[in-house]
């Protein structure tokens, strides 16, 4: 099952690396704060994200970092992402789904550390400003495929010009 939703997020993410259009160029239009909840392990996560801009007219890069505590556990994950928006108008509440893959370090209270490489599937919805494509707010969900977290919910805004 994982290796079919992986497979489909790439051949989506190719279609979308060939697309000729860009709403926006690859570059760096803003950051912001995220937080949330995780699921196995149960930990509050807090972090920040950067918008790099689209590859294509919907696909939007956001690399992240997000820190989990609790469940005696220190949890560092970089993430590089790629998100699909449904719909390309900025201003509208718009659907996306993506992907994102980046190492994970474990830190055990009782002593100990360990990393592994994660996959996530994310869904989600976001908000951005009409006029200027920066600066936008953004619910998402994100389901851990091979050695992450079961599932993180997430809130963050983008501040950008």
């Known amino acids: ?59 939007m890069m956001q690399p992240n970092l997000e820190i989990g505590v609790g469940d005696n556990l220190t949890v560092v994950a970089p993430t590089f992402e790629l998100d699909y928006r449904f719909r390309p108008d900025w201003g509208a509440w718009t659907p996306y789904l993506g992907g994102g893959i980046g190492p994970i370090f474990y830190s055990h209270e009782n002593g100990g550390s360990n990393s592994e490489v994660a996959v996530y599937m994310q869904f989600g919805i976001g ?27 997430t809130a963050g805004w983008t501040f950008g010009d």
């Open 127 to 153: 908000k951005g400003s009409a006029l200027s494509k920066s600066g936008h707010f953004f619910l998402e969900g994100k389901l851990g495929l091979a050695d992450a977290p079961d599932f993180k919910a």
């Open 1 to 59: 099952m994982k290796k079919t939703i992986i497979t489909a997020l790439a051949i989506v993410l190719f279609y979308n690396f060939t697309a000729f259009a860009h709403a926006r160029p690859v570059g760096f239009y803003g950051f912001g704060p995220r937080l949330g909840m995780t699921v196995n392990p149960d930990q509050f996560h807090f972090g920040v994200h950067f918008d790099f801009g689209d590859i294509s007219n919907r696909l």
